[in-house]
């Protein structure tokens, strides 16, 4: 069925394969895979009285299952309660990389890098504006990376080419002729400049002309783009989707449940079945005050429709559901299963399969997004001094350690703390672990956010 309903998707020859296959994920995603079908699901039959088939109509019940399983990870990665705490060991890096998640509200950024990357990849734009960083999520699907051939991690450039109308350019300001034509976008992305292309009408041959008028000079030195492969996979572009695995099984329970509210609408208004002769004025209305009126050899019944198809189909919907979610590692916990309140330790083993994702996602969009973003604004404020918080920031130590270190997944009751704080304290009795270390193992759970202060503190009440 996906595949079918793909193929009701408009298909452009002039994108490669990859445009196609990021923009059918992406509709999956916003729930808009199908509105290339042409009928409605109660169409049952065309103005010319032909049978349509149900792959050429729009489910009426949508469950968004890929959207809740890409939300859920999301959650658990960089939800205000699991924002990764950075850092590191200068001081000085150490105040402006704070200054920097504030200022770009990166916590927000990276929030909508990862529901937008889901589908294989996403883009992230630094720009320096007035000395404040910027960072924009750019989908990929029209963008194209080229890669340092001597440092496969390093981005030459990135291209963004796409079809555009003429009134659309006139809007921007652009010189157009004919409105109606259209023509394609492109600018690149490199390490010294933003370009902008004379945009080229379709169809002909394309020449590259700069528009200097437009193209911008950043000198950063640095592609000020950072790429983001999703999940382990994929190819060289793009990381694996999150939740592909799951598509088709997400659509059979579309069309199983519009199909089941379809039988309920009919139960409600069962079919009159007259068996003649029965001498009845076919042009009355049904109703429960209506009486029919039948001969000795008539016959009147309606026809209703059981309630035990439809149980039979939410039976098998909630199948599909516990298979579509064990594909993807999404969360099938049923709240209604718990009796009792449950300890962080009790949901992690609960929601395994989603920890898993979640996991590795730390690693596409930890490692592979947020650190490489705060180098890149730490780097151009070697060219650029950085107007934060009321502060400003130049050359700072792009090449100093980062260090993300990531809360619990769940937060822990006060048994959990205890057990943790005896623990802790019968390893630095045992003088297997530093009071320094001891306090950074206990600081996320109890609300430290300066471990040295509270050495400090804690020294000066001891020598009182």
């Not at 007035?130 to 963008?143: H, K, S």
């Not at 020449?207 to 000198?219: K, L, Q």
């Not at 209604?336 to 730390?362: F, I, K, V, Y």
Request: glycine share 8%.
């Amino acid at each position: 069925m996906f595949r079918t309903i793909c193929d009701q998707v408009p298909r452009d020859r002039d994108y490669p394969e990859r445009t196609r296959t990021l923009d059918i994920l992406r509709r999956v995603l916003a729930g808009t895979i199908y509105d290339g079908l042409p009928y409605e699901f109660h169409e049952e039959r065309t103005s010319g009285g032909e049978y349509i088939p149900l792959r050429y109509r729009r489910p009426s019940v949508r469950y968004a299952l890929a959207r809740i399983v890409v939300e859920d990870s999301v959650g658990l990665l960089f939800s205000e309660s699991h924002f990764p705490k950075i850092e590191c060991t200068d001081a000085a890096t150490r105040d402006a990389i704070a200054a920097i998640v504030r200022t770009a509200k990166l916590n927000s950024v990276m929030v909508e890098a990862a529901l937008r990357g889901s589908v294989g990849s996403v883009a992230i734009l630094l720009r320096i504006l007035r000395g404040r960083p910027f960072l924009d999520v750019m989908d990929t699907l029209y963008l194209t990376p080229a890669w340092d051939a001597l440092a496969p991690d390093t981005l030459q450039y990135v291209t963004e080419r796409y079809k555009v109308s003429g009134a659309a350019l006139a809007a921007m300001g652009y010189d157009i002729d004919d409105p109606d034509t259209i023509y394609w976008f492109t600018r690149r992305w490199d390490a010294e400049r933003e370009i902008r292309y004379v945009p080229t009408p379709v169809g002909q041959i394309a020449t590259a002309i700069e528009d200097d008028a437009r193209s911008v000079r950043h000198g950063l030195g640095f592609v000020p783009i950072v790429w983001v492969r999703n999940l382990p996979g994929g190819d060289g572009v793009d990381g694996a989707c999150t939740f592909r695995a799951a598509i088709e099984t997400s659509i059979e329970i579309d069309y199983q449940l519009s199909q089941a509210g379809r039988g309920l609408k009919y139960s409600s208004d069962p079919t009159l079945l007259i068996r003649e002769p029965a001498g009845l004025d076919r042009t009355m209305v049904r109703g429960a005050a209506d009486a029919l009126v039948v001969s000795e050899k008539g016959d009147a019944k309606l026809l209703e429709i059981g309630g035990t198809a439809s149980q039979a189909v939410i039976e098998y919907v909630r199948t599909l559901r516990e298979f579509a979610l064990e594909s993807v590692h999404g969360n099938r916990a049923d709240a209604n299963r718990l009796t009792a309140p449950a300890s962080g330790r009790a949901l992690e083993l609960m929601n395994q399969g989603l920890l898993w994702l979640a996991d590795n996602l730390r690693i596409s969009y930890g490692q592979g997004a947020l650190v490489p973003l705060l180098r890149m604004v730490l780097r151009a404020s070697g060219i650029y001094a950085l107007h934060m918080d009321g502060q400003i920031f130049a050359d700072c130590d792009a090449g100093c350690p980062i260090a993300l270190q990531w809360p619990d997944w769940y937060p822990t009751d006060s048994a959990d703390r205890q057990r943790d704080a005896r623990t802790v304290i019968d390893l630095v009795s045992a003088r297997q672990m530093s009071r320094q270390t001891a306090m950074r193992a206990l600081a996320p759970e109890f609300g430290i956010t300066d471990i040295q202060a509270e050495l400090a503190r804690i020294q000066a009440e001891q020598a009182i």
